[in-house]
């Protein structure tokens, strides 16, 4: 089918203007739009209008989906930070595992049925616009509210700011700060290691969330024409002064 957005709306408007001048309604828009005009044919009328037409765009995006399915597949960037997570594309059997996002860069790996691939288009309301699904605190427990707040840096949806000064330098900074103390009260080697090795865990830690969060600000950056020298800025300096941290975390 290769008919525009344009063709579909005539071909829409023609067949409603045919039932409404045969009076050959479709029974469910009809017995809706008669109860919302409470009896009154007339509104009734106007308001099965635009009834009937939600339906039939409804109907021809299946009619779409399906056609188009035998030579294409349904597809979305699987990537929890990319802007374009959510957004479907309809590409090239040929192109799966080739076509990037235009998003984030990365190969498409998302395929979707065809099932899903309606439900997304006829309900887009339904689907989150954010980068992750949040949680319902009423329902979450507090170890599940923890993990949640880590998987939420991990995946680089704090901001790049934040993630680089706060979690990154400052997580850092606090290690440093407790170690120095431990190897000034004279503490045992395996407490002074413990922390050592948390500090490294840390470090690795923090170090994918700025990369992550850096991917996030490039992607936005792209998506507006504009440079993100901070992208890259931030991932150099977060991998040369882990190194140094973690170097000179480790007594002489």
């Known amino acids: 089918m290769n008919d525009t957005s344009e063709d579909i709306d005539k071909k829409i408007a023609s067949i409603i203007r045919k039932e409404l001048k045969n009076e050959n309604y479709d029974d469910s828009c009809w017995l809706k739009a008669f109860k919302k005009a409470e009896g009154d044919e007339k509104k009734a009328k106007v308001i099965y209008i635009d009834l009937r037409t939600v339906d039939l765009k409804k109907e021809k995006e299946r009619e779409k989906i399906t056609e188009d399915s035998k030579t294409h597949s349904y597809m979305r960037c699987g990537k929890s930070f990319c802007i374009s997570t959510h957004k479907i594309l309809s ?3 040929t192109s799966i595992g080739i076509q990037k996002c235009q998003g ?12 899903d691939a309606l439900d997304a288009i006829e309900n887009p309301k339904s689907k989150t616009t954010n980068y992750t699904t949040r949680y319902n605190e009423k329902e979450k427990s507090f170890f599940d509210k923890v993990l949640f707040f880590f998987k ?3 995946n680089g949806h704090k901001g790049l700011p934040i993630t680089f000064w706060g979690y990154f330098l400052g997580g850092n ?3 440093k700060i407790w170690i120095m103390l431990l190897i000034s009260n004279n503490d045992s080697k395996e407490d002074i290691s413990l922390f050592i090795i948390l500090n490294i865990i840390w470090s690795i830690f923090a170090i994918i969330a700025v990369f992550n969060s850096a991917a996030i600000y490039k992607a936005k950056k792209i998506k507006e024409g504009l440079e993100y020298p901070w992208a890259t800025t931030a991932k150099i300096a977060c991998i040369v002064l882990a190194l140094s941290s973690i170097g000179n975390s480790i007594p002489k």
Not at 105 to 115: A, C, F, I, R, T
Request: charged share 30%.
């Open 91 to 93: 590409i090239p059997k």
């Open 152 to 154: 939420e840096i991990l």
């Open 173 to 175: 900074a606090v290690f």
């Open 104 to 115: 984030c860069g990365n190969v498409l790996d998302y395929k979707m049925s065809e099932k």
